[in-house]
């Protein structure tokens, strides 16, 4: 159903006020373009949102009564991009390398690193990421929340858990209460080998039942990397919330994934074509090698063909996730537009970030809709994305929980 609000509004959730508001005006703030998608599959027209508090309060068709605060002209104006899938800790170092543990950077200038990378994704239209994960991003999500680093909303799984064939599925429960103990919004679980090692099995059917029970039991989300058919199965057989990548997803693990409710996060070409344009330097580190540049390359065109049997399965569950890492920060939007190129509607690749997305995280009645009661999280790009979507990245305009950090003159 939709909710065209018109008028006020729902009961404010108060999970996602921001705190304080440092500096912020106290009078509603409008927002005006001629343009406006509600994030919900809705191509409003021209319309005027209210913004209080840092939520929206109203959305009124037409234009305002007195001029908006932020007049955004044609701009197409939707709800702020929820990225599933970034790693904001991947970062090239002082050499121009890709950063690794023994590569000399001090934990301060490996900070420093992560919040350009995060203020990067901000103000490429960005406003929520989901981070599978690292420790690190704790401290993170903490001062995102607060408002006073410019950076987006963050939800993580802290470390991720990488079982191998004999870990016992005690050892894996256990691990899984640990994350929750440790604050984890949600579980990242390894299943498959990395695509450059040819993407196999590396977990049991059992112990894929035991780390998503365990965390369904707990009500923890879980997202699963799994490239190889039997991995992506096993993920959906097992309960598990979403799947990561998925290259080799066939037509029957799709139809699962429909039947099951199954979340669906492939990545298609942001990912690939960053390592392979950043080459020189991830190469020779870990399994960055001729081998696996090679399995890069040629896992974008199956990506790509198995993108457009996973759009055209009724009820896959698709969501927006880049699996952003070096390089790759603030470009999130340049998946889109392969998404779309590869046979997803532009409608429905936008709805796949926003109300989707939100819906993935389990935030669908606080972010990811141009609605009365939502967090002001707006992103307007220049042109539009209906119709050409490489309009996705040219993002002009972007504000998140009422504030405005980015507003350029088209
Ligand atoms: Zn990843």
Known sequence: ???????????????????????????????????????????????????ENGKISRVDRGAPATPATYELGSAT?????????????WYFNRQGRYHSGNDGDTPAQSLLAYLENGHATLLGGVTTIQSPGAAIDSLMREWYAAGTLPGPRMLTS???????????????????RQRKAQGADLIKIFASASIREGGTPTVTA???????????ALGLRTIVHAHSSESVRMSILAGCTQIEHGVFTTDADLKLMAEKGTYFDPQICLVFQNYLDNRAKYEGIGNFNEVGFKSLQDAMPLAAAMYARAVKTPGVKIVFGTDAVAGAHGHNLDEMV????AGQTPMDAIVSATSRGAEALRLGNEIGSILPGYAADLVAVTG???NDITSMKRVQFVMRGGRVYRNDKP
């Open 158 to 176: 802290l470390n991720p858990i990488s079982p191998n064939l004999t870990t016992p599925d005690s050892v894996l429960r256990a691990q899984v």
């Open 384 to 386: 539009n994305p209906l």
């Open 338 to 341: 392969c998404r779309v190129k």
């Open 77 to 89: 104006v939707m709800p702020g991009i929820i990225d599933a899938h970034v790693h904001l800790n």
């Open 1 to 51: 159903m939709r909710r065209l609000a018109l008028a006020l509004l729902v009961a404010p959730s108060l999970a996602l006020a921001q705190r304080g508001g440092r500096g912020g005006p106290p009078q509603p703030i409008t927002v005006h373009s001629t343009h406006v998608l509600d994030g919900r599959g809705a191509d409003l027209g021209e319309a005027t949102i209210t913004v």
């Open 206 to 216: 059992a112990q894929m039942n035991a780390l998503c029970g365990e965390a369904n």
